[in-house]
């Protein structure tokens, strides 16, 4: 530890023990130890997780057809760094939504955090006559006035509007 150290996991074990997972010099490690206070310091912040900067979602949704509604697996990548893709700087956020339809993968893709954009942007490469179906894109589905958060839309299938307040949700449940 007098160079450095990479910290994967710190953990509590059980009651009065932690753990560190660690890599240095040598190979990974693990470290238990017990304490009543601890002070943690470092020089600088290097950023976030990859696997925070990175996220993937998987969702089921519908694709309107002329034969009839049809289900269809939806792919949707968010990157909060700059990413190369085929050879070219792309500057974050980067949104993809990407569908399989007809024997062809097809992606949308945007700059909007909350994924508006990308859903447009894959909605234009779908044929005519066929539509995406999903909370995002229909009328009763809404994000909150008050502060949006990625990934939460509410429903006003069941809520008459009259007013701009009427659009205020306040919720702790994230099933809701």
């Not at 910290?7 to 470290?31: L, S, T, W």
């Not at 130890?33 to 290097?46: A, L, M, Q, T």
């Amino acid at each position: 530890m007098q160079h450095q150290i990479t910290v994967y996991d710190f953990d509590k074990k059980d009651d009065n023990r932690y753990f560190i997972d660690a890599f240095g010099i040598e190979p990974f490690f693990v470290m238990e130890f017990c304490f009543d206070n601890v002070i943690v310091e470092w020089e600088k912040y290097k950023n976030k997780a990859w696997y925070e900067l990175h996220r993937q979602y998987q969702y089921e949704t519908t694709l309107v057809t002329p034969q009839g509604e049809q289900p269809i697996k939806v792919h949707i990548i968010c990157h909060d760094e700059d990413v190369y893709f085929k050879g070219e700087l792309e500057k974050a956020p980067i949104v993809s939504v990407g569908i399989k339809y007809d024997g062809k993968e097809l992606w949308g893709h945007g700059k909007d955090y909350f994924w508006i954009d990308a859903f447009a942007d894959l909605q234009k490469q779908l044929p005519n006559g066929i539509l995406l179906k999903c909370c995002l894109t229909c009328r009763h589905g809404n994000m909150s006035p008050v502060g949006n958060n990625l990934n939460e839309l509410f429903c006003t299938n069941d809520i008459a509007i009259t007013q701009k307040s009427d659009l205020y949700f306040c919720t702790e449940d994230e099933n809701e």
